[in-house]
């Protein structure tokens, strides 16, 4: 079983920066694609990001160049570095993890594990 804890979102002003973390528990993590959802008000849940166990990533185009994910599997823990934050970045972001890695179906694929979310706002 493994339990996912997000930390670190908040307010800030359009062009600023956040970063989240998301801490794991489990003796699985470092061989388990990670990565990060977001759900805004109104709006479907979408994939944001992605790593591999290897450190292979997949961002959504919405985020390249923006957004940096990172893990540390020492410390079980994966980080979701945002820049240049517009209003549009406003939402829930889940943690998220599981066993499988794929190209193609990243983004809709079911993953096992889900953190309860942190919120970022982004104002204008």
């Known amino acids: 079983q493994v339990q996912l804890v997000e930390s670190g979102g908040g307010l800030v002003q359009a062009g600023g920066s956040l970063r989240l973390s998301c801490a794991a528990s489990g003796r699985t993590f470092s061989s388990y694609t990670m990565g990060w959802f977001r759900q805004a008000p109104g709006k479907e849940r979408e994939a944001v990001v992605v790593?591999?166990?290897?450190?292979?990533?997949i961002y959504a185009d919405s985020v390249k160049g923006r957004f940096t994910i990172s893990r540390d599997n020492a410390k079980k823990t994966v980080y979701l570095q945002m820049n240049s934050l517009k209003p549009e970045d406003t939402a829930v972001y889940y943690c998220?993890?599981?066993?499988?890695?794929?190209?193609?179906?990243?983004?809709?694929?079911?993953?096992?594990?889900w953190g309860q979310g942190t919120q970022v706002t982004v104002s204008s």
């Open positions: 998220v993890g599981g066993p499988q890695w794929s190209r193609t179906g990243w983004a809709s694929m079911k993953y096992d594990y």
């Open positions: 790593i591999s166990w290897s450190g292979n990533t």
